[in-house]
């Protein structure tokens, strides 16, 4: 399996020595609105609450504007599973934006279940700003979520047909 | 000049933000009015005064007393009725609140002088304190996780503790962390001479941090282990821990702590070397303590010392006066080879006869320039010689001087002696005689006899038991009178009887009984009567008896440049003393030698060195726990108690320091102080005065929760908690999480809520109105934290009084809950199960039955009262309070103060909820605005900005910068190394890593960065873009870029705090992070900010009491207001009411705001009109009247609707059918002037019946309409004065007067007016029998009743406009299932539509009082001000925008859009109106033809971030 997306950045001459370690990590997005759930991630961070660095949060107005095809081509360029993380139901700072977010990922689920990577790999999740616990719980889910399943299948398609190019 | 006179500062205000000193005095001098607001109290009433005052163009001071904004609202889980979570709404407007550059911030603050007029006023506010620099602490929690003090959290109220240094929650605004200290000493540490910071070591060694305990006790004990063996603890006998149970242990924990440090020598902190040495030379005379500790602060200092010792070791009377079974040896060479190590010389066997030939030539003449000998002397050569008491025989052999024979025994020589040793005296020198005596191998007896009685020795107890222990005889109440001799050789003593030894001031005055005489027989008697000092041509002035005359505050001597202290000067004194002496003169050493006035403090100051005391209340929740008792550990040793062993263990230790009370809050252990990389902490900082001067003053400090009742158990019983505390447990951010009994910690299964345990029966006679919602709101909270495990609730309460708007639905979806009942009745009695410490409640059932029930934890609602701080600040303004305490203000001003120019809102005003709180905000602010419109936008700051430079053709120049965040980000992420990657990317012309990248001077580095390597994109890898974006954005601005070409990547909260464990990955990841932040940069494009301008003009919709409010209030402001009205006059509901209960002529108030209303001429009155259509946005309206057939187009900035309502009307309980039943509403009429109705004509006794709830709270209209039980109320009440001897009975299902109103129904019920409850599922039935009433009530209690009444009226309850729903189509605006309008949001914006630019007010909200009307349209008002003050409206400029050539015009977008933004226009193409879109992107992700997009967010940029994270590895 190739080297980790993350080791590249620790090369060069005069790169800090750290230990390697090279056990696979998935690669996460959580997309994260802009109001409870980026909030939520803040106090994770705050509370200094833990979880694996394989996850990156995209910084969205509302979950509402998250597209199928940004989902998709997240899947599609490598991300072995996807948290859409949203204010609670009701809560919505755009009135109904987190829940035609739901039904989006209910859809797009559904889709990575019928080609065969796996609904599992997209969570939606409704959380309020102050559930920074939860919010690490629902990253640990998808990330043990995102291990039983695999590394994203088309991500090592696509590797192989680098690897073919070289 | 000019400024100073607006913002006079006195002393150092290093917390006061930067914004205060921009003024724009030349105005002020001009007007005279000055456009700046004072709000008092940052609740959520403040900051939404503040907001909407700040928002309309004026200068806004927040005064907030605590710490941080944000108030109760901040501590509650969630918020009835739609149970939103309290903080995520709060947040965002404590941000707004901070970023507003025209609202001032200033906690921790309390107004100290008012003065001045309306338009004028002169504040002197307080500021006190914070003790953390405000400018540089980036609250990262650094100095919390030092802190070793823990202390009751107030925001938890007092369920779990916090830190001395602390944030109250983590949304805090201002965002910093600040200290707190007691406002005196902890007695501990103000009762020590020395000044060891007694309380700050004892919190370091229960946090188990014992090197750094040591390290702080040697700042002002340089020997610790020497002074816990000797010491007579001063610092013990204040302890307010004594008043628990016993005092801490301090000085058997100092032992302890030095002990620890000598067994475990790797622990030993070294001494901070000093900042420079400098090339003076200090000689130090005597190397006892006081010798010794002077030494080692003026070595630490930097100075160069020389001990000059007489005898052969260092130590002084700590090695010659103290026996080694007392003091080792071992630790005193140990503690004395370590302050040597300080670079100290020593010359041993070095007597000094004249100090002054140390001197080096000159000093005495005031010479201080550097040359060879000694810059200062400090003599410190005690007191060594013996005294003799003067008595007949003392010269006899066998009599010897207490000192002569510890000297011997201290060098070692064996005293000769007989074998009867008799001790006089009374000090630890003849306890130590006796106990030396006592050990020598000849000795048969030993005996100390002493002036002082049993009881009364000044000596230490535990050494005085140990003595008599070891079997020294003391013989109490003796004074010698003669030593009695045979042969030359002393054989025994006389005594006479001492009756008493101090006199009434407690001063040495011996009373003796010379014929009570006695004898005791000895060998060698032991005189420890005194000790003189040996200085006699010393040179120096000298006292009578040879002590040295020094002044006694610097210690200077007669000679200049020789200080003196110690015994020499203070005669025997104890070791600490001697160390205090050893202090203050290295402090007056080194302000002698640098010459100046003034003495550095080598200890930190507080506001005042007194001793604070604790008040029992808080004494009272501490668990007793006895002192360790030393002599436990110590049982069966009886004849050499050694000091080593007191604590036995570390545990033992940490348990016996974590007794300490933390009297001083924060300890001073100065853990903070280096813990802090930005150097934020200042423990000297002083409270500081600041003047401001304002036009107007808005109170809003709010409430605080009343005590417990003791009948029921508050601050008895554990499991007995208040209502902001069960709220505290519930949250998710709370200590708890879950609901744990306090007693016990075990799950809470059976829980009961009191109501109005207080507000109504106890302290007063008002209902705190939000008690029963919240007591709901909690219970469905709590049975939602359970996750379906077994929780019960019982709710016991008279009366539900659910009457905002979906406040009644909320109480239905409780009701059905099947574990919550509600119980009608007030329990008789609480009382706590021993054993169980559960509690038992006794109550009478509503059927009469005595009953009792059991439960694990008991929650009661106490209500809300003012609190003594608040009645204080009212009483310094001048403000009338009612006789409640609250501000007294009237029905038809709810909003104003008795002093003109001083407005009040929340629950200062009358106990309410957050929306009415908010509501008033924006109402007060109104107000305050109608005050002041001469003045608006002189003092407000618009800030310019740099022509913006146009870069859409150049192409991407980035610039990275890097923040260490101090260590937060850069001990886990090597950010040096992740500047260097970023160096590297494509399209990035420059990166750096920053200490601080937010900070002012990084803001200037920035700029200078963007200039010189012509930046056009910013990337900032640091904190989180909700709290930083703004300032890196005005940065931009300021460099003529624009703000959007700019990306946050959050490299903190997202990366370092996160990773923390993994320093590689936390690294790695923060380079793609930067990688994903750039590539997102290189998409960035600028766009605009929208400029619109604004008709400043509103349009009105109803001419009743809402309408006319709000359009005077906004008339006043100077804008133009129409009116519409659908009826030929103006008046509304109002023109129905003739009096409010408190009796005010309600059609006379009507009459006169007509009168004004269509006086005023920026009011245009449209009567008998209607609104068609509208259209346009915010700021731009143009709407079509109609008025009788005719249309007229109007332009307009805002649209307020104040449709009202109507009185219900009703088919039931004969109503139309029979003439003796009508309306609430009626039977007002019929009593208007001095009438009666008809049907009461004549008749004395007569019968009235009132119905509540006619056709209200059922299936059809399932909300309660708040006012009818006061109008009932009142109408009663009007009734009955008029008639007095009718007979008044008012069938109720709850009666809900609320508020002050509450006291109208006691009183209705004292005049003999009964109310009968009747039950939902029973209504009464009416019937007529020969043209009579016949009501059948079936009653609980009593069985049915039967009424006859000659009058029946009903409370049918409020019904909304009918034209509600055609207006709703016209704007835009949803109602509610009950067909009122629906508000923006029903918490935080009560008052506007969903819509920009439309609000509500009145009864087209909610059924609703005149007083709650009136302010709600004072708030409409002051919501609508800040849209009409703007000439032009910035619009964010992240909004959608279509692309006509893809958009097929299906309507999808306009379907989904919250907010009406999308039209489709007349080329048959979707357009989105800019200043009404709020920019969440719902279009652009529903859009089938991907036509839409959302600046800033479009498809282009997040696939470039997507692609970057999956660059290469992926």
């Not at chain 2, 640091?1022 to 930083?1028: A, I």
Request: charged share 25%; aromatic share 6%; glycine share 8%.
């Amino acid at each position: 399996m190739k080297q980790l997306n993350h080791r590249r950045n620790m090369e060069g001459p005069d790169a800090p020595e750290f230990s390697a370690d090279s056990r696979w990590e998935p690669e996460i997005i959580a997309f994260c609105c802009d109001y409870c759930a980026y909030s939520a991630a803040a106090l994770a961070g705050s509370n200094r609450m833990q979880y694996p660095a394989g996850v990156r949060i995209i910084h969205t107005p509302c979950t509402g504007k998250i597209e199928t095809e940004h989902i998709l081509g997240a899947f599609e360029k490598g991300a072995d599973g996807i948290l859409v993380v949203g204010c609670l139901e009701g809560g919505c700072h755009f009135v109904e934006g987190n829940l035609r977010a739901r039904r989006r990922a209910d859809r797009v689920c559904a889709i990575l279940d019928e080609i065969g990577l796996g609904g599992g790999r997209l969570k939606m999740v409704n959380l309020s700003d102050s559930m920074a616990s939860e919010f690490v719980q629902e990253i640990l889910e998808i990330v043990e979520k995102a291990k039983a399943l695999g590394p994203n299948p088309l991500k090592l398609s696509k590797q192989s047909e680098s690897a073919g190019s070289l | 000049m000019q400024r100073q006179k607006h913002c006079k500062r006195a002393g150092e205000t290093p917390a006061l933000p930067a914004k205060l000193k921009n003024f724009n005095m030349e105005k002020i001098q001009q007007t005279e009015t000055i456009g700046a607001v004072l709000v008092c109290g940052a609740g959520i009433a403040g900051i939404q005064a503040s907001l909407d005052l700040a928002e309309s163009g004026f200068k806004v001071y927040l005064l907030e007393p605590t710490a941080a904004i944000g108030g109760h609202m901040a501590q509650l889980d969630k918020t009835y009725p739609t149970d939103d979570c309290a903080m995520c709404i709060l947040s965002p407007r404590l941000v707004e609140c901070a970023r507003n550059r025209n609202i001032e911030i200033i906690t921790l603050a309390d107004i100290e002088e008012f003065s001045g007029r309306p338009g004028h006023f002169k504040v002197k506010i307080r500021q006190n304190p914070r003790y953390i620099d405000i400018k540089k602490c980036d609250a990262c929690g650094d100095c919390a996780q030092v802190c070793p003090v823990d202390i009751p959290s107030e925001f938890d109220c007092g369920i779990g503790t916090r830190k001395a240094v602390f944030r109250p929650y983590p949304q805090a605004i201002p965002n910093v962390f600040s200290i707190s200290k007691s406002a005196g000493q902890a007695p501990c540490k103000s009762y020590c001479p020395a000044g060891v910071n007694v309380q700050g070591f004892i919190a370091l060694a229960a946090a188990g941090k014992f090197s750094e305990a040591y390290e702080l006790i040697r700042q002002r004990c340089p020997l610790p282990a020497v002074s816990a063996r000797i010491c007579p603890h001063p610092c013990e006998s204040k302890c307010n821990r004594s008043e628990i149970d016993a005092a801490v242990s301090a000085c058997d924990l100092e032992g302890f702590v030095a002990d620890h440090i000598h067994k475990n020598p790797d622990k030993y902190p070294a001494f901070a070397q000093p900042a420079a040495k400098l090339d003076r030379k200090i000689a130090v005379i005597g190397g006892g303590p006081a010798g010794l500790t002077a030494a080692a602060d003026l070595a630490c200092m930097g100075y160069q010392v020389t001990i000059f010792e007489a005898k052969p070791d260092l130590g002084g009377m700590l090695r010659y006066g103290i026996p080694d079974y007392r003091l080792p040896r071992k630790i005193l060479d140990e503690e004395i080879r370590c302050i040597l190590q300080l670079g100290i010389e020593v010359k041993t066997d070095s007597p000094i006869t004249k100090p002054a030939d140390l001197l080096r030539p000159g000093v005495k003449n005031g010479d201080t320039s550097p040359r060879p000998g000694f810059d200062a002397v400090f003599v410190a050569t005690g007191a060594w010689l013996g005294r003799k008491p003067g008595i007949p025989g003392d010269d006899a052999s066998g009599v010897r001087e207490g000192l002569d024979f510890l000297y011997e025994i201290n060098t070692g020589k064996t005293p000769e002696i007989g074998p009867r040793v008799l001790v006089i005296g009374n000090t630890d020198l003849a306890l130590d005689a006796a106990r030396c005596a006592r050990r020598l191998p000849d000795v048969k007896s030993v005996s100390l006899a002493c002036l002082e009685g049993a009881g009364e020795l000044r000596v230490d107890p535990r050494r005085l038991a140990e003595a008599v222990e070891e079997g020294v005889d003391f013989r109490y109440g003796l004074g010698p009178t003669r030593i009695e001799a045979a042969s030359g050789k002393a054989i025994g003593v006389t005594f006479r009887a001492c009756t008493s030894v101090f006199d009434e001031f407690k001063r040495f005055d011996p009373l003796f009984d010379d014929s009570a005489t006695s004898s005791i027989p000895a060998d060698t008697v032991i005189l420890t009567s005194g000790r003189a000092v040996n200085l006699l041509r010393s040179g120096l002035e000298t006292r009578p008896g040879g002590r040295i005359l020094a002044d006694q505050d610097t210690l200077a001597t007669s000679i200049k440049g020789i200080f003196a202290g110690g015994d020499a000067v203070l005669g025997p004194a104890s070791m600490v003393d001697a160390m205090a002496q050893g202090h203050r003169a290295a402090e007056s050493i080194d302000a002698f030698i640098r010459g100046a006035a003034s003495i550095r403090s080598t200890s930190v100051s507080r506001a005042s060195n007194a001793a604070s005391t604790i008040s029992s209340a808080k004494l009272a929740p501490r668990p007793k726990n006895s002192r360790f008792e030393i002599r436990d550990s110590r049982s069966g040793e009886k004849r050499s108690p050694n000091l080593e062993s007191r604590i036995s263990n570390l545990e033992s230790a940490i348990a016996e320091a974590r007794r300490c009370l933390a009297c001083g809050l924060c300890s001073e252990c100065m853990q903070c102080v280096k813990a802090c990389s930005a150097g934020a902490v200042l423990h000297d900082q002083q409270p500081a005065t600041v003047e401001i001067e304002v036009g107007s003053v808005i109170l809003a400090p709010g409430f605080e929760e009343s005590p417990l009742s003791e009948d029921f158990g508050g601050g008895r019983y554990a499991n007995v908690l208040s209502s902001l505390q069960f709220e505290r447990m519930l949250s998710a951010s709370g200590p708890a999480g879950r609901i744990r009994r306090p007693s016990d910690g075990v799950e809470a299964k059976r829980i009961a809520f009191i109501q109005c345990v207080r507000g109504r029966d106890a302290a007063g006679d008002y209902c705190s109105s939000i008690c029963c919602m919240n007591t709901a709101k909690e219970a469905l909270a709590a049975l939602e934290h359970m996750d379906g495990g077994q929780l019960d609730i019982t709710i016991f309460g008279r009366e539900v009084k659910a009457v905002g708007k979906d406040f009644d639905r909320y109480i239905d979806r409780v009701r059905s809950e099947k574990n919550v009942s509600y119980i009608r009745a007030f329990p008789s009695r609480l009382q706590e199960a021993a054993q169980t410490r559960n509690l038992k409640i006794r109550y009478r059932s509503p059927k009469g039955i005595e009953q009792e029930q059991e439960f694990d934890l008991v929650v009661l609602g106490s209500g809300l009262q003012v609190s003594a701080g608040v009645k204080q600040m009212a009483a310094q303004l001048g403000v009338q309070l009612n006789p409640f305490g609250f501000v007294q203000t009237g029905r038809f001003s709810p909003l104003t103060a008795s002093q003109p120019g001083i407005y009040v809102a929340g629950a200062f005003q009358e106990p309410k909820d957050i929306p009415e709180s908010v509501a008033q905000a924006s109402g007060a602010a109104a107000c305050a605005m109608g005050q002041l419109t001469t003045v608006r936008g002189t003092l407000a700051q618009r800030h310019e900005y740099p022509w913006e430079r146009d870069v859409a053709d150049e192409p991407p120049r980035i610039g990275v910068f890097v923040c260490h965040c101090g260590h937060n980000i850069a001990s886990v992420v090597d950010v040096e190394w992740v500047a260097r990657k970023a160096a590297k990317m494509a399209d990035v012309y420059y990166a750096e890593a920053n200490m601080y990248t937010c900070s002012d001077s990084n803001q200037q580095h920035i700029k200078a960065m963007i200039r010189k390597h012509r930046l056009n994109r910013l990337v900032v890898a640091s904190c989180s873009s909700r709290t930083h974006e703004v300032l890196f954005q005005e940065t931009l601005r300021e460099s003529a870029l624009n703000q959007y070409l700019f990306v946050m990547t959050n490299i903190r909260d997202q990366c370092s705090w996160v990773h923390k464990n993994d320093p590689a990955a936390a690294t790695a990841k923060a380079v793609d992070l930067v990688s994903m932040a750039v590539a997102r940069a290189r998409h960035l494009k600028a766009f605009p900010l929208n400029e619109l301008e604004v008709t400043a003009s509103a349009l009105i919709l109803g001419g009743g009491l809402a309408g006319m409010t709000a359009g005077l209030s906004i008339a006043d402001q100077g804008f133009k207001v129409r009116l519409v009205e659908k009826e030929a006059v103006l008046g509304g509901l109002m023109r129905n009411i003739q009096s409010t209960l408190e009796r005010d002529d309600v059609q006379a108030q009507l009459n006169d705001l007509i009168s004004k209303t269509l006086s005023h001429p920026n009011i245009t009155v449209y009567l008998n009109s209607n609104l068609v259509r509208t259209s346009g946005q915010v700021g731009n309206f143009t709407s079509v009247l109609e008025t009788e057939g005719k249309e007229k187009s109007v332009d307009h900035g805002v649209v307020i609707v104040a449709t009202g309502g109507r009185e219900r009307n009703t088919e039931k309980f004969l109503h139309g059918r029979n003439r003796h039943v009508m309306t609430q509403g009626a039977l007002e009429a019929a009593m208007a002037g001095n009438s009666l109705p008809e049907e009461l004509r004549g008749k004395k006794s007569a019968i009235v019946v009132m119905v509540q709830c006619v056709e209200s709270r059922d299936e059809k209209n399932p909300y309660c309409s708040r006012v009818c039980c006061s109008e009932a109320v009142k109408n009663a009440l009007e009734l009955k004065r008029r008639l007095p001897d009718c007979s008044i009975v008012i069938l109720n299902r709850d009666i809900r007067t609320y508020g002050f109103r509450d006291m109208y129904s006691r009183k209705a019920r004292e005049q003999g007016i009964r109310f009968v409850r009747y039950s939902e599922h029973d209504e009464p039935t009416v019937a007529e029998e020969k043209g009579r009433l016949k009501i059948r009530v079936a009653e609980t209690a009593d069985g049915d009743l039967l009424l006859k009444p000659d009058l029946l009226v009903l409370s049918t309850g409020i019904s909304p406009a009918e034209g509600n729903p055609a207006l709703s189509a016209v704007l835009r605006s949803a109602l509610t299932p009950d067909g009122y309008f629906l508000e923006a949001h029903p918490k935080l914006r009560p008052v506007d539509l969903a819509n920009e630019g439309e609000f509500l007010c009145g009864l087209a909200h909610s059924p609703r009082l005149m007083d709650e009307t009136i302010a709600q349209a004072q708030a409409a008002a002051g919501r609508a001000s800040r849209v009409l003050s703007k000439s032009k409206l910035e619009v964010a400029g992240q909004v959608s925008y279509v692309n006509p050539a893809e958009c097929v015009a299906c309507a999808t977008c306009v379907k989904v859009c919250p907010y009406g933004a999308p039209i489709i226009n007349v080329l048959g193409k979707s357009e989105i109106q800019g200043a009404k879109c709020m920019g969440c992107g719902s279009c652009v992700a529903a859009c089938p033809a991907k036509a839409i997009a959302l600046q800033h967010q479009e498809s282009r940029t997040i696939m470039a971030v997507l692609d970057e994270m999956f660059a290469g590895g992926g």
